[in-house]
């Protein structure tokens, strides 16, 4: 007997643009629509059960089981490491993992650099991997200003447009990793529910190629 697929979608743009992915693969949901501040939806017909989860939380619901399969930026996987498969790169949210700096920014390997980012062990593996001795800033959020503040030198975050560095007066000084949302699975459930998850999957990838 076919069982529900649970679906964690991240909150906002990325899950929105995921989410009518799933729709086009036949998985479609009308009550996600409505809007409000609900957070799970179901379909009976599609045996589909999608929820909203914050964008880092969810491969927690993917690793644990909560959800069979979920959609997460491989900026996530890279920093949690979650043990989880990673079945498709969905060619969506596409941007970069930079180190950026205010313009003008000379690097002097004679001084400890000091790096605010919300991604310490992507840094760390960065700069480790370039043998430079840093003093990681672990922030939440609104990075950018950290060097504008006196905070750090530099950061590593996300660049996606560009528009927040530049109206911060900040440029993109090395590019650390190119990053896009990654269709991630339950490992134990992908087994359970093989059939539902690799139809899926394939029906996600040949949608790509269509494009
Ligand atoms: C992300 C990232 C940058 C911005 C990049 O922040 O940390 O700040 O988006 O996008 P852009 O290149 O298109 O301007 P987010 O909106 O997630 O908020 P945060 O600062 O709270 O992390």
């Known amino acids: 007997m076919k069982k529900y697929l649970n679906i964690a979608l991240p909150k906002g743009r990325l899950g929105d643009k ?56 491989r900026d996530i996987l890279l920093e949690y490491r979650p043990d989880i498969y990673e079945l498709l790169d969905l060619g969506i949210g596409r941007c970069r993992m930079a180190v950026a700096a205010p313009k003008g920014f000379k690097y002097d390997p004679g001084v400890t650099l000091k ?52 109206e911060n007066d900040l440029e993109v000084v090395e590019e650390i990793i190119p990053i896009s949302a990654r269709l991630i699975a339950n490992k134990v459930n992908y087994n359970f529910k093989n059939g539902q998850i690799r139809a899926l999957a394939d029906r996600l990838a040949a949608l790509q190629e269509e494009a």
């Open 115 to 166: 790096v605010a980012t919300k991604f310490s062990r992507i840094a760390q593996d960065y700069y480790a991997s370039l043998g430079r001795d840093i003093d990681i800033i672990h922030l939440n959020g609104s990075i950018e200003i950290a060097p504008i503040l006196g905070l750090s030198d530099v950061i590593v975050d996300i660049v996606e447009t560009g528009t927040t560095l530049k």
């Open 18 to 73: 995921a989410y009518d992915l799933f729709e086009r693969a036949g998985l479609g949901c009308p009550s996600i629509k409505e809007g409000g501040r609900k957070l799970i939806f179901e379909n009976e017909e599609n045996l589909v059960r999608y929820f909203w989860a914050k964008p880092s939380d969810v491969a927690i619901y993917v690793e644990r089981g909560a959800a069979d399969i979920g959609v997460c930026g």
